[in-house]
């Protein structure tokens, strides 16, 4: 049943559980996975490892879904990684890494609680009302079966819900005209995205770059000559932020206000498990 929730309870639900979908990018347990099929480079390993879903994608495609990585990464390893491993196998190993990192972060006990089992169920109830057309990493993700186990099928849901919000993000941050490096910078700078030194190593981009990206910002009046956000600048986050958060709505619409509230509180309480026991490494997070 469709319920009227605060603004920002999509939001707060998006916080507890994208650590439970985003830290198999950081786990030890995917690159182990892959290293067989002779993937082994940390960017190939997320490259293949988040764009599997759509299938044996070329590197244009990539760039394009994922927005802020630089054409020059995605294109040194795309379409060339799938003759390691088909997307299929890397799907495959991708679970098989979900499955030993949750074990390890949450412990086999949690992992087979009756909590997860009901966060699972939520999860999937609120991924109900997401919407394909324009969507193009979270309609990939929705043609996959949904796992049996609970923790798998919680950590799909959690995926499918990750996505679905991201794409929309991308829209607005196109709406804003915001190139995928002014959008890293200007996150970066709030203190609420990663430091400068790991988006430049993993996003593909130099120092050069990142200052070019920081003067246009300058330029548009966003940015002041420390590389903070000014106040016209944080007005353009915060608009950001709201204008995903309308875009993004609808899954937890369907699951409502109380469905919501509970499936955060349970997310929160697993999340906050999975960082304190290793879940993403230090110094990536906030302005560095």
């Not at 802020?68 to 390691?84: A, G, K």
Request: proline share 5%; aromatic share 6%; glycine share 8%.
């Amino acid at each position: 049943m469709t319920t009227t929730l605060d603004d920002r309870a999509g939001r707060h639900c998006h916080h507890a559980l994208n650590p439970l979908h985003s830290a198999v990018y950081f786990a030890p347990e995917l690159a182990k996975e892959l290293a067989p099929y002779g993937i082994e480079d940390r960017s190939a390993v997320y490259l293949a490892g988040r764009s599997a879903a759509m299938g044996a994608v070329s590197a244009g495609t990539v760039t394009a879904a994922f927005y802020n990585f630089s054409h020059c990464l995605t294109s040194r390893f795309l379409p060339d990684v799938w003759d390691f491993a088909s997307p299929q196998t890397v799907l495959a190993a991708r679970l098989r890494a979900v499955d030993a990192m949750l074990r390890r972060l949450l412990g086999d006990e949690t992992v087979a609680s009756a909590q997860v089992g009901e966060a699972a169920e939520l999860a999937l109830r609120a991924a109900e009302g997401c919407t394909r057309p324009g969507r193009p990493l979270y309609a990939a993700h929705a043609d996959l079966p949904v796992p049996d186990d609970a923790h798998l099928a919680l950590w799909h849901a959690a995926t499918l819900l990750r996505e679905h919000r991201g794409d929309a993000h991308i829209a607005v941050l196109q709406q804003a005209e915001l190139d995928p490096l002014e959008a890293l910078v200007s996150h970066s700078a709030s203190g609420r995205g990663m430091v400068p030194s790991f988006l430049l190593t993993s996003r593909g981009y130099n120092e050069q770059d990142w200052r070019a990206a920081q003067d246009r910002l300058r330029e548009r009046g966003l940015l002041d000559a420390e590389g903070e956000l000014n106040e016209s600048g944080l007005a353009l986050r915060k608009r950001l932020e709201n204008e995903t958060d309308r875009l993004d709505r609808r899954p937890y619409e369907h699951l409502g206000a109380e469905g919501t509230a509970r499936l955060t509180e349970i997310a929160g309480g697993l999340a906050a498990t999975a960082v304190s026991n290793g879940a993403f490494p230090e110094g990536v997070f906030g302005k560095g």
